[in-house]
């Protein structure tokens, strides 16, 4: 692939986060939501404001450019810190108290456990893992280990790290796809049945792709889920990049449509659709007002040199 393609894909991939989560913002808990109404909310706003999902998206990105990989000491003290600068960001109320265990001495892969009994299995950790699909895109492997472990400090049930291991590698899927190419859905759902190991996950794969040809938003969220659950958001967040697979701005507008945890499955969705069509499918009128965007590209360049270096 040619290097600028790649790299656009990076980009994307890490700003397509910002954009999807910074237009669910507004809209977090709504039954379903027009998607005129969400440009035009989004045309009303000077700048585009992220939250939590983005700003852990960035913590796992300096993290992983900090020590050329995963160190997980380094990753949950990176989450800590932006937490203490930016605690409005709109945490729920699980990592805080994790980072205050770490902080009084847990170990960094411990203190998940202890705060709740099996582990958490929400999106949290799947909505921040777009840095490791595209540095881990040529690996599965390592990605899948990477997104475990990453997981691990927050959300350490197996639903939940199975649902950060499932949306890295739909990214990693997605940067590997020329954006010129046609895109088949049914292969790339095959792909992600293969790689995945839980048949939670393996039940909702195959319940997109019998949604594929179908529009009736109630229905997929009925099958697919709109919630705080990984398992009924990260299915979600695919089945609205492979609906709308040729647009970044269809596939953003109608997860965020969908109602319920708006900001997370936008930023899941616009960071495989980024992804898979690069930063420049990303809508002037969208990008250039995302937060901190300068940022979020210099990460995105710094893990594509890192990635290209391994």
């Known amino acids: 692939m040619d290097k600028e393609v790649l790299k656009s894909k990076f ?3 890490l700003v397509g986060t910002g954009v999807g989560d910074a237009l669910g913002a507004r809209f977090e808990g709504w039954h379903m939501v027009e998607p005129r109404a969400i440009e035009a909310v989004a045309e009303g706003q000077e700048v585009l404001a992220y939250t939590d999902d983005t700003h852990m998206m960035i913590g796992t990105a300096e993290s ?17 810190q932006n937490y203490n600068r930016e605690p409005w960001r709109g945490y729920g109320p699980g990592p805080p108290r994790i980072f205050r265990l770490i902080k009084a001495g847990e170990a960094w892969d ?9 582990g958490s299995y929400g999106n949290g950790s799947a909505m921040r893992i777009a840095p490791v699909g595209i ?3 040529d690996d599965s492997a390592k990605l899948r280990e990477v997104a475990y472990n990453s997981s691990q400090i927050t959300h350490s049930h197996e639903l939940g790290k199975e649902g950060a291991a499932l949306q890295a590698y739909a990214i990693a899927l997605a940067v590997h796809l ?8 049914k292969e790339f759902l095959a792909r992600l049945g293969e790689f995945i190991h839980h048949e939670v996950y393996k039940q909702k794969l ?3 792709e019998m949604l594929l040809n179908k529009t009736d938003r109630a229905k997929v969220v009925a099958e697919l889920g709109n919630g705080i659950e990984a398992f009924n958001s990260v299915p979600t967040a695919v089945y609205s990049f492979l609906s709308h697979s040729r647009s970044f701005e269809e596939a953003v507008l109608f997860a965020v449509s969908l109602g319920g945890d708006t900001d997370t499955i936008g930023a899941m ?3 495989i659709s980024g992804a898979y069509l690069g930063v420049n499918s990303i809508p002037d009128k969208w990008r250039t ?3 901190n965007r300068l940022y979020i590209e210099e990460l995105a360049d710094k893990l594509y040199e890192s990635g290209v270096q391994k």
């Not at 411990?110 to 709740?116: D, I, P």
């Open 11 to 13: 980009l994307g991939s």
């Open 64 to 80: 992983l450019v900090r020590n050329e990989g995963f160190d997980g000491e380094h990753m949950a003290r990176t989450f800590m």
């Open 110 to 118: 411990k203190a998940a456990e202890r705060l709740y009994h099996g």
């Open 135 to 137: 540095l881990y895109h």
């Open 178 to 185: 020329e954006p010129s190419a046609v895109l088949d859905p």
């Open 206 to 208: 195959a319940k997109i």
């Open 269 to 271: 969705t616009g960071a």
């Open 289 to 291: 007002k995302l937060e």
